[in-house]
């Protein structure tokens, strides 16, 4: 499959090298893609930028008629998308088609929530004024979107924009432009007009350059690490370019004494090993309380017991390969960080060897971990759990707060007022209390600290492509 970027509607870049893609399950190239620099990027901004105008002077309902259409056909499309996502990525084939519907409710929920962008007006202190607050789309968004969530973080960011009147040129990562690319064709399909949706791939640094200096780019949105992220913000800096991020995470998960022993470990191993622990809101460090240490710790080993690591295109896989060697290179430092410091493993803790270069990693759980050791203080971003025992909730807390990232955090307790309590002492921008999937198209995505700005999702993810424009008027 050698497959084209797509500027001013037109599939194009032909003559460029070609950048492979692999399957991480086999190591084997899938598909290349063309390596696009500063020229093609600046072609597809002044594409989005010319096509602005038109589409952002369309209803709201028309915008929603066009996104109401693309929404059936990746619907129609899931199996298509899921195999490519699942070759390119790695994940197992029915996650695969669950992340592609998640994808889908996104650009369903900003269809018709693009209806609901309302101004205001304000009374006046004095005769004779009238106060009008407009609300109108930012402009051309240059949007970066990550590995792990090839679709969804695609259409979390293209949803809103479309249906705020944005236009919008898409870079997706390196290792997962295949999906983009099957999502952009949709788009086609759908029969978005030319120019306003617009993607490129190739050298990271002239497309990002590109996005961050060009004055017609009004609002850059990513996903991706934090270290990219601050760098990001220094280079918007010089245009003061509007910006959205989504950036790293370490999320505590805390036990307490009253938790529902079965609901949690169902939910921490949902979380956990969702995505193969590649999930920038997935449990990263456990904290269990005293009282219920033992009985969690017994049963969560035994359920990640059951857990089969394999080819994501293969019946019955929970756990795909990681991404990459620097993927396994961090999860392998981390667990022998940890164990060299003390903790116990009791299940997992070794790579899986299949072949030479592909990375598929067993599930672990480490028990007796402590605060100084690496996987308490870094996003692991594998299977990995690592379990601390704490003596009180307020202990519990301390240590979860104990972190530059503030992206998401899960507590399990069956007392109401002990878990309002507790959500509410959480610096975090999501917490999922007795659940450990709280993401949805419809709630706000995103974290405090080093773990970002803005949020996706929800009325705060379309708010984060319109201007305020306020309007005063004499009579
Ligand atoms: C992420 O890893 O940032 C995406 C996870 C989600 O949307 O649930």
Redesign the pocket.
């Known amino acids: 499959m050698d497959q084209l970027i797509y500027i001013n509607g037109q599939w194009t870049g032909a003559s460029l090298d070609k950048i492979p893609v692999h399957n991480p399950a086999t190591s084997q190239i899938i598909g290349t893609v063309p390596k696009a620099g500063k020229k093609e990027t600046r072609d597809a901004i002044d594409a989005a930028h010319s096509a602005f105008t038109s589409w952002s002077r369309l209803t709201a309902y028309e915008r929603s008629e066009y996104l109401e259409k693309y929404y059936h056909l990746i619907i129609d499309n899931v199996n298509e998308i899921a195999s490519i996502l699942t070759l390119e990525m790695g994940k197992p084939l029915a996650e695969a088609k669950g992340e592609v519907r998640?994808a889908a409710s996104f650009i369903k929920w900003f269809a018709e929530e693009g209806k609901r962008v309302y101004g205001r007006t304000i009374p006046s202190h004095v005769d004779g004024k009238e106060m009008l607050v407009l609300k109108a789309p930012v402009g051309v968004v240059a949007a970066i979107t990550?590995w792990?969530?090839p679709a969804?973080?695609i259409t979390?960011k293209m949803g809103p924009a479309l249906a705020a009147g944005c236009t919008i040129v898409l870079k997706p990562a390196k290792q997962t432009p295949l999906t983009a690319i099957m999502l952009v064709k949709l788009a086609e399909q759908a029969g978005i007009p030319k120019g306003v949706v617009n993607l490129v791939t190739g050298n990271a640094a002239e497309i990002g350059g590109e996005f961050l200096s060009n004055p017609k780019v009004r609002k850059v949105t990513f996903?991706g690490s934090t270290e990219i992220g601050k760098e990001l913000m220094i280079q918007a800096a010089q245009h003061v370019k509007n910006l959205s991020l989504?950036l790293g995470?370490h999320a505590p998960i805390l036990i307490l004494d009253d938790a529902d022993v079965d609901k949690a470990v169902k939910s921490v191993i949902a979380s956990k090993f969702?995505?193969g622990g590649?999930?920038?809101?997935?449990g990263n460090r456990v904290y269990v309380q005293e009282g219920i240490y033992i009985q969690f710790l017994e049963k969560l080993i035994n359920e990640t017991q059951q857990l089969k690591v394999g080819n994501g295109m293969d019946e019955g896989v929970d756990i795909g390969p990681l991404i990459d060697k620097n993927g396994f290179l961090k999860v392998d430092e981390h667990v022998h960080n940890a164990t060299r410091l003390g903790a116990k493993c009791w299940v997992g803790g070794r790579r899986i060897e299949v072949q030479e270069d592909a990375y598929y990693y067993a599930p672990t759980v480490l028990s007796d971990v402590t605060q100084e050791m690496l996987i308490m203080n870094e996003e692991t971003f594998g299977p990995v759990l690592p379990i601390q025992k704490v003596s009180t909730v307020e202990e519990a807390i301390a240590y979860a707060n104990l972190t530059p990232y503030g992206?998401a955090a899960y507590v399990f307790t069956e007392s109401h007022s002990l878990g309002m309590k507790v959500i509410h002492q959480l610096d975090f921008g999501i917490i999922g209390w007795n659940d450990g999937?709280?993401?949805a198209a419809q709630a706000p995505?995103g974290g405090m600290k080093e773990s970002g700005l803005g949020r996706e999702?929800g009325i705060e993810g379309l708010e984060a492509f319109l201007e305020t424009k306020y309007v005063s008027i004499g009579l």
């Open positions: 998640y990550p792990n969530f969804a973080m979390r996903t989504e995470g969702r995505n590649q999930t920038c809101i997935c992206l999937l709280p993401s995505f999702g």
